[in-house]
């Protein structure tokens, strides 16, 4: 299960990615959700849970789990049922759990989920207001548009959205681990290509709880080491971490090509090993369309791309 949020990076990069505000709805007037941006890419969302709220949650598709600060499960009178592990890029915990009567967002509900309780003073270091963590266990149930230009989440449970959306259709992928198996996949996974490692296919989570492209040691093998200048990122709750961010070089994903991105990798820190190569932000791009079902992205960058993407 994968937690991706790499908090010890949040105030360094939230000038990396650009933002933009418009007012506007969602194609084929799938209900409209209208979000806000913290740090340049991060969505957050209104939430009613158990119907009280709403409560402001981060948009979260690197999570497959929807996780609630202890102070919001207390308030709800929720009751933990267990523990469980969770192990991301960059991260590992152990949390509790409880069930959910009803989460809605906007006009769309889902009965009965489960969600973590847990700490999350890290993103609340960036925005207090944020109570919770919607993950892909919630947005499974949806075609889903985050439209950062437009401030949008629209959630489409009905198929209505995919004959709208004309652009080129990337297949989610199942990475291969180190002894070249195929592997279960993450729902979230795109193979990309990077001009600096012209001969390595790099398996990367999307991710809108990233602020910042993210490279680590998989399951596949180390971090691409081509050089990079080396950074400290302190922390309100530890030593902090050091980083190399690597040189500025295109990434082809699909057979579109996004220019100059910047990614940054840990020096001297370990977790377990994935069979993810690092993070995506979906923040990179000005919308992004993810049929869940369908198991396919389709991409428009904030730089033109060299093929064509429609939106309604």
Not at 40 to 50: D, F, L, R, W, Y
Not at 167 to 178: C, D, K, S
Not at 277 to 306: C, H
């Amino acid at each position: 299960m994968f937690k991706s949020s790499l908090s010890v990076l949040a105030s360094l990069f939230c000038c990396l990615l650009p933002t933009a505000f418009a007012e506007a709805h969602c194609p084929g007037n799938v209900a409209s959700v209208h979000v806000r941006h913290i740090q340049g890419s991060i969505t957050i969302a209104p939430v009613e849970i158990n119907h009280t709220g709403p409560y402001d949650f981060m948009v979260d598709t690197g999570s497959q789990i929807t996780t609630l600060e202890p102070r919001l499960a207390s308030e709800l009178h929720l009751r933990t049922e267990g523990t469980a592990g969770i192990i991301g890029v960059g991260s590992h915990a152990t949390t509790t759990y409880a069930h959910l009567d009803l989460i809605e967002i906007g006009q769309h509900a889902v009965a009965k989920p489960v969600a973590f309780v847990q700490d999350i003073s890290h993103l609340q270091a960036s925005d207090p207001r944020i109570r919770g963590v919607l993950g892909g266990d919630i947005l499974r149930h949806f075609d889903v548009l985050l439209d950062q230009d437009k401030n949008l989440l629209c959630l489409d449970s009905e198929g209505i959205m995919q004959g709208l959306v004309r652009g080129e259709r990337i297949p989610l992928a199942t990475p291969p681990t180190g002894d070249g198996s195929g592997s279960v996949a993450e729902p979230l996974i795109a193979e990309v290509h990077l001009s600096r490692l012209p001969n390595r296919a790099l398996y990367l989570l999307i991710d809108s709880g990233a602020n910042v492209p993210y490279l680590c040691d998989s399951s596949r093998g180390s971090a691409p080491s081509i050089g990079g200048r080396a950074m400290h990122v302190s922390s309100d709750n530890g030593p902090g971490r050091d980083f190399i961010v690597l040189p500025a070089q295109d990434m082809q994903i699909g057979s579109s090509v996004v220019r100059q991105i910047s990614f940054v990798s840990p020096i001297g820190h370990r977790t377990e090993k994935l069979n993810v190569d690092g993070m995506l932000p979906t923040g990179l791009f000005r919308r992004v369309y993810i049929s869940y079902l369908n198991k396919f992205i389709v991409l428009e960058a904030w730089q033109s791309p060299n093929r064509e993407t429609t939106w309604p």
